[in-house]
């Protein structure tokens, strides 16, 4: 938390692991087993007889850390917010226009078509998030991207947490059955630059949503 929120900044030197291991009240292979987490998390950089300093995660961090990042020790952050729906809105357009010029069979598009048809037939509106979030995964799976596979794993850990909350707000999506079944017919035609317009205008609007309610 100390580093993330710039309490420790990079370059800093953090206490020995004998030091930490008291002030924690642990012992010291608990201290060794955390500042490997650490290391792996591009938090900080142990070097042998040099200790172990903080590093600039926003260099050297990855995507597991933007659960901690949307969510601090203050609150929510909007600013991390804003930049998951904006990549969540690039991803899934290119995701879509990947899907649709990958060449999916007609086995592929029938399920798709069920997808769709899965969030239009929910009974509410967590229910349509969570069809609708079944929907985006099984587009990612149909693009073949394996980053682009990564990068929403990464984004379904952020958002999916707070489902319960968000609902609301992306209903302006999750009811719109029409843009669904413009992205579901785009891909299963093969027509990438139709499959990517209907995924913009779709999750525009989710986007335009969550940040009209950070504002307010």
Same mark, same amino acid.
């Given at each position: 938390d100390r580093i993330i929120d710039g309490e420790l900044p990079a370059g800093d030197a953090l206490p020995s692991e004998r030091d930490l291991a008291e002030r924690l009240n642990v012992s010291r292979p608990t201290v060794r087993a955390a500042l490997a987490k650490l290391v792996?998390?591009? %938090?900080v950089e142990t070097r042998?007889?040099?200790? #172990? #300093? &903080? +590093? @600039?995660? +926003? +260099?050297?961090g990855g995507l597991d850390l933007l659960p901690r990042l949307v969510l601090s020790r203050t609150g929510l952050d909007a600013r991390v917010i +804003? /930049? &998951?729906m904006r990549t969540r809105l690039t991803l899934g357009a290119q995701a879509a226009q990947q899907a649709a010029l990958s060449g999916v069979t007609d086995q592929q598009a029938a399920r798709l078509r069920s997808l769709a048809q899965g969030i239009a037939a929910a009974d509410d509106a967590v229910a349509r998030e969570l069809a609708a979030v079944v929907f985006w995964d $099984?587009?990612?799976d149909l *693009?073949? *991207?394996?980053?682009f596979r990564l990068l929403y794993n990464q984004l379904r850990a952020v958002y999916e947490p707070a489902v319960d909350a968000l609902a609301g707000v992306l209903a302006v999506e999750s009811t719109r059955g @029409? %843009?669904? @079944? =413009?992205i #579901? $017919?785009?891909? =299963? &035609?093969?027509?990438? /630059?139709a499959a990517h317009a209907a995924a913009t205008e779709l999750l525009t609007l989710g *986007? /335009?949503?969550?940040? #009209?309610a950070l504002e307010a």
């Open positions: 792996a998390a591009g %938090l042998q007889g040099g200790g #172990t #300093t &903080v +590093r @600039d995660y +926003r +260099r050297f +804003r /930049d &998951v $099984e587009i990612v *693009s073949g *991207s394996i980053v @029409d %843009l669904h @079944d =413009a #579901t $017919e785009a891909i =299963a &035609v093969g027509d990438g /630059d *986007s /335009d949503a969550v940040c #009209t």
